[in-house]
């Protein structure tokens, strides 16, 4: 059970690039554009892994 405490910790290979395409992108206001995050998801690749994990995480911190 150890191991899965920290699972997120793991899944964040590249802290910050997500963030730093948003910016780029022009979708980062108070955050990242849900709209634009959601577009990125269907792509393949790493970017669109990065933003899978960014929705999954936002659902996450709304389930407490």
Do not use: C, F, Y
């Not at 997500?18 to 910016?23: E, S, T, V």
């Amino acid at each position: 059970m150890a191991g899965k405490k920290r699972w997120i910790k793991g899944a964040i290979s590249r802290p910050g690039t997500l963030r730093a395409a948003a910016k780029r992108a022009g979708a980062l206001r108070d955050g990242i554009s849900p709209s634009w995050l959601k577009s990125q998801a269907k792509a393949p690749g790493r970017r669109g892994k990065q933003a899978r994990l960014a929705i999954t995480l936002k659902s996450l911190n709304r389930r407490k």
